[in-house]
């Protein structure tokens, strides 16, 4: 039997069109935390505004890492697609960077999927980086648009499927439950 701290770190996807991927990875990230895991929360295509989530992060010694470079560009359409793709590539080559340092137990990937969805990140470079993590890093990765080749190398794949949603009624975003 492998010891706990030996055991191989696995791959996790939270995709899918319904509400709730960023929200898993950091109640996982906060789990993690509690058991004495060193963890990283990285995100992507938030633009610059801070959740309040990050906060909380935050206060529990979750190191936060935000790509705000790194944009969607449903929300910045005038964004520059080739400036964009290079800023991704930049930080896929920080957070390869990171992984190599060993310094984190569980490494979260907020928005990752979408880097592939938006064409910023080919499914190569993607499969490079979570086929190339050290082995003990467990590693999340969450966003709509999960390829097939990205779920099957994965060992977790969580599919979040919309059923019914407030949007649809009117309702807008609501802060604390939304974002």
Known sequence: MISEKKQRGLIHIYTGEGKGKTTAAIGLAIRAKSRGLRVLFAQF???NKKEGELELLENLSITIK???????PHFYPNVDKEKLKSEANKSIRNIKKIMSNNDFDLIALDEFNCLLAEGLLTEDEALDLITNKPEGLELVLTGRGATERLIEAADYV???KMVKHPFSKGIRARKGIEY
């Open 45 to 47: 295509m938030k633009g």
């Open 66 to 72: 935000r790509f705000d470079r790194v944009v969607s």
């Open 158 to 160: 969580t599919e979040m």
